[in-house]
């Protein structure tokens, strides 16, 4: 089981289109945070009340309340978690009305994962809610983003730019099947011509150094990509 060094910072993604929960909640854990995600505006709530996150990145078209309504409710049962609002709607009056019921800023779709993860630090700072996503750590394994470093049991690891962003995605992913182009997606960043095969060879060499020692983390599910997992 993952955990990270005091409590990472925790961010509730609440959106109805599965693709965007994905993205937005593997780039986050990509940065260290926390994450869990709600599809519609009643799952929010409830998420808010068990989960309680740091921050709430709230989509404002919902298949039942909608967004404004959800915040509404939050201010309205004490909830001061800061909001932060996606959505298609990029109208002057409605990102009056959301700033208006409480929310703290606006980010219209189609966005720029830098754009939402600098917006969420810059809420989380006005806020004096410090983020905590440098080290993380699963089974004996750490990464510390801040120093840049790695270690196995106690012992350092020497990665590559590439290899520590592979690692990186896996740990934020861990106990996820992750697909060799989600992998390629979120690691390289730009298209190998559909060609894979670089996911594959970055996996060989990660498992060389960190599955030196027992047991393996990194998993071969057969058709389907890679997963961190214990077992």
Known sequence: MSTATDRSTRVLVVDDEENITFLLGSALRHFGFDVTTAATGREGLEAVRSFEPDLVLLDVMLPDLDGFEVCRRMRQDGERVPVLFLTARDATEDRVRGLTLGGDDYVAKP?????????????????????????VTFADLEMDDDAHTVRRGGEAIDLSP???????FLLG????VLSRAQILDHVW?????GNT???DTYISYLRKKVDRLDPPLIHTVRGVGYSLRSS
């Open 111 to 135: 966005f720029s994962l830098e754009e939402v993860v600098a917006r969420i630090h810059a809420i989380l700072r006005r806020h004096g809610r410090p983020t905590r996503t440098s080290q």
């Open 162 to 168: 590439t290899e520590y962003k592979l690692l990186r």
């Open 197 to 199: 095969s670089v996911v």
């Open 173 to 176: 992913n861990a106990g996820r």
């Open 189 to 193: 960043e730009y298209d190998f011509g």
